[in-house]
């Protein structure tokens, strides 16, 4: 739709015109200011916690261990230089062998959600998989932190209560 | 054809005076907008709704995302 509004301006007379491609989505998923009446809204991106353990590629899982025992989650997550977001360590991988390296033995490319995601959405998609987590990244990939299901308004919380009570009937 | 503006180039023509512009119909604009844009929809976008965007800044619009 927007080169299409570009090209029209242009046809107008408009000789800088600039195509914002990726659009509302990309600068909500960013964090960045807007207005309307949904403005306020909480977002992934409000509650994402930045305690989650994190580690290199080339860290010792033996390294990477204490700081997970120290955090309030069960895993450390992999990142590259600039905080892109590569790899998950869970339990198996952090009770393995100490010495192996986090590339060794990470799950590569956790799935993520971006800071513009509802809350409504979120609780959705954490009851469907049966996840305690969501891991919050930026639309560049870079990690932006964790988001706890028990952190998550309690109107989302009781998503899954009242879905299970429906089934039932 | 107008160039392709990524976050950081946009932020950077907001700073400089350009003017931002939304092409979605208005019900999604006035639930949820960047900051600062106004809202010509595509479906009535010409020569009399343009006429308040300013020729001799530049113009950045924008719609949901890429697809």
């Known amino acids: 739709m927007s080169p299409r509004a570009a090209c029209r301006l242009e046809t107008l007379g408009f000789e800088r015109v600039f195509d914002y491609v990726e659009g509302k989505a990309d600068w909500i998923a960013r964090g960045l200011p807007t207005e309307g009446e949904r403005a306020g809204e909480r977002r992934a991106g409000h509650l994402a916690r930045r305690d989650v353990a994190t580690c290199r590629l080339s860290e010792r899982v033996g390294d990477v261990r204490p700081h997970v025992e120290a955090s309030p989650y069960g895993f450390a997550l ?44 979120l609780a959705e998609r954490l009851d469907r998989r ?31 209560s009242t879905a299970s009570r429906g089934n039932a009937l | 054809m107008a160039p392709p503006a990524r976050v950081d180039d946009v932020r950077r023509l907001l700073a400089d005076g350009a003017q931002l512009v939304e092409v979605l119909p208005e019900a999604e ?28 800044r530049p113009v950045v619009v924008y719609c949901h995302d890429a697809l």
């Open chain 1, 78 to 121: 992999v990142v590259a230089d600039g905080g892109v977001l590569l790899g998950r360590l869970g339990r198996v991988a952090l009770e393995g062998d100490p010495d192996r390296c986090a590339e060794e033995v990470m799950e590569p490319g956790p799935s993520t959600v971006r800071m513009d995601t509802a809350l409504d959405a």
């Open chain 1, 130 to 160: 049966d996840l305690k987590t969501a891991v919050v990244s930026t639309p560049d990939g870079a990690l932006v932190g964790v988001v706890r299901r028990k952190e998550l308004p309690p109107g989302e919380q009781g998503r899954r």
């Open chain 2, 29 to 56: 604009y006035a639930e949820l907008h960047l900051k600062g844009a106004r809202n010509i929809p595509l479906k009535r976008l010409g020569a009399e709704t343009a006429a308040d965007l300013d020729p001799g």
